[in-house]
């Protein structure tokens, strides 16, 4: 029985390397990490007011954080890929 949850999980992991895009659609931008450092920020200034502060604060945070991001020119860049079945599916890429 142990051998042949070694043979499923290798087969398994040797199935999952043959996936690959087949064209980039489209090329896109996203502040993700601005969004997100902006809202905890906030919501830690925020949080003076108490917890309805805390929630507006997170929420004006986000919206300058990721506004901020795209000012300094530190968006992300995201490529949105059609695959051979035709599903299209969204990527983070560094670089």
Request: aromatic share 2%.
């Amino acid at each position: 029985m142990k051998k042949f949850g070694i043979l499923v999980l290798t087969l398994s992991l040797s199935s999952l390397g043959s996936v690959h895009a087949a064209e980039v659609a489209k090329e896109g931008e996203e502040q993700t990490t601005g969004k997100s450092l902006g809202g905890m920020n906030g919501m830690m200034v925020g949080a003076i007011g108490g917890p309805i502060g805390m929630l507006i604060g997170a929420g004006v945070g986000a919206l300058f954080g990721g506004s901020a991001q795209e000012a300094a020119g530190l968006s992300e860049r995201t490529d949105e890929v059609e695959g051979e079945d035709g599903e299209r599916k969204v990527l983070r890429s560094p670089h």
